[in-house]
């Protein structure tokens, strides 16, 4: 269930009780690690083609080959299209990490490590 809070949830008068305070981090500062899931889901995906354990939705898009896993990322591509054009912020959240989490798939099916990706980004935005 999500709720949404019309003002601080939190006792210390914080928006949330889930502070990054609570790890060990300023309120004011982001958590560095706050970007960590996608190296996880980027080991989880690379396991699952690994194992292709039953019942794992990965599995089955790595079974059902590239031509689904790019028609998944052209699907979730368009949805968040209609999201933004929608200006609808949780359908487009939603959406996002659809596409996200496919196009891992699709850069693993490729053998195109994620980091390289994240470099082209880094050289871009240094230069
Ligand atoms: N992040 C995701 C993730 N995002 C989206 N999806 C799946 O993507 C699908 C998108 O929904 P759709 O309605 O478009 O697709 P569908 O009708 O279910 O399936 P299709 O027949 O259209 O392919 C849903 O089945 C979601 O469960 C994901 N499936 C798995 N993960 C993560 O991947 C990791 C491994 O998961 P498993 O492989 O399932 O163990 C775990 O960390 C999961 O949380």
Redesign the pocket.
Same mark, same amino acid.
């Given at each position: 269930m999500l709720v949404e809070p019309k003002g601080p949830a939190c006792h210390t008068g914080s928006y949330s009780c889930f502070s990054s305070a609570d790890a060990g981090f300023k309120e004011s500062e982001p958590d560095p690690d706050r970007y960590a899931i996608l190296t996880e889901?980027q080991n989880?995906?690379a396991q699952?083609e690994k194992e292709m354990p039953k019942d794992? %939705? *990965? *599995?089955y898009l790595f079974e059902k080959g590239v031509d /689904?896993i790019l028609k /998944?990322v052209g &699907? &979730?591509a368009g949805e968040v299209i209609i999201a933004a054009k929608n200006r609808d912020p949780e359908e487009l959240k939603w959406e996002s990490?659809?596409l996200l %989490?496919?196009l891992l798939v699709l850069l693993q099916e490729q053998k195109l490590p994620f980091d390289e990706v994240l470099s082209v980004l880094k050289e871009r935005h240094s230069k």
């Open positions: 889901l989880v995906i699952r794992a %939705y *990965t *599995t /689904k /998944k &699907e &979730e990490a659809d %989490y496919h």
